[in-house]
């Protein structure tokens, strides 16, 4: 007769730390992007620290032989192709990656960790970083990588509250036993919706249609990121990325559809800025 009322209790305490964790991560980034035109090494900052956050629990989760070795190699590498990004040398930052990712994969070898683990980390971490950068830069930057936080925190919740209340099939039980197909449909439909109120109620220049579309797409390689991230931990044996964030887990585990989303917002807003969409 106990058990019931302690799983709620649990439930409603783990709620209640994840929206404590959330009360701290969301303002702090969305001052990082709203005031990096005032202060521009602000942004920067907010993503150096991500990023070496992110190379330690992937050192951690996929060479725990010498974790701290592959992860100081990760970290150099991202960090130096995003510091040139952040520079607008975009051609040399990926070709920095490139170096990079072949680096570390040497170094992951020299301390008889798998070198395709560390080289894929580099490519699987820096790419959305970069492409965070550059959206940010650009102009409308501000408007853009809020767009990007918007469809992304919006098809979480959506996700995961219609997913709670109307359950119904699993949308990948071998790797993700928790996620539904109702909160699959639930976190598209918000994802779009929110594209669309960002069209229409921010001066950010898109068509209601465009925002829809935009909403869409990024909240389909959210829920690509999240999904891709559990296959990637069921691989490594482990259940979450880190327990950096309380009640959410690491740091990977929060942004793994954030990252596979910035690289949607950057591919629309590229093709926003070349006029093909017009």
Not at 202 to 230: H, K, N, P, R, Y
Request: proline share 4%; with cysteine.
């Amino acid at each position: 007769m106990m058990s019931l009322p302690q799983a709620r209790r649990f439930d409603w305490t783990n709620l209640g730390i994840r929206v404590a964790s959330a009360t701290v991560l969301v303002p702090t980034a969305l001052a990082a992007v709203w005031f990096a035109d005032d202060v521009r090494w602000l942004f920067l900052v907010l993503i150096a620290v991500a990023v070496a956050l992110l190379c330690i629990e992937w050192g951690a989760m996929t060479a725990p032989k010498a974790p701290i070795r592959v992860s100081a190699a990760l970290t150099v590498a991202i960090l130096a192709g995003t510091f040139l990004a952040y520079l607008g040398q975009m051609t040399y930052a990926w070709g920095a990656l490139a170096i990079g990712a072949a680096a570390s994969a040497l170094v992951a070898r020299g301390v008889s960790e798998r070198p395709g683990n560390a080289a894929y980390g580099v490519v699987y971490l820096a790419i959305p970083m970069v492409c965070l950068v550059w959206l940010r830069g650009m102009p409308e930057g501000r408007q853009w990588t809020l767009l990007l936080f918007a469809v992304v925190w919006t098809a979480d919740i959506a996700a995961f509250a219609v997913g709670s209340a109307l359950k119904g099939p699993k949308l990948w039980p071998r790797f993700s036993p928790n996620k539904t197909w109702s909160g699959f449909v639930g976190g598209l439909i918000a994802a779009a919706v929110a594209g669309v109120a960002m069209a229409a109620f921010s001066d950010i220049v898109l068509s209601l249609q465009a925002g829809a579309l935009i909403g869409f797409v990024a909240g389909l390689a959210t829920m690509a990121g999240d999904l891709w991230e559990s296959m990637l931990k069921r691989r490594f044996g482990v259940k979450d990325s880190g327990d950096l964030i309380p009640g959410h887990g690491g740091l990977l585990d929060r942004v793994d559809g954030l990252m596979f989303a910035a690289v949607v917002l950057a591919g629309a807003r590229l093709i926003n800025h070349l006029g093909w969409a017009n």
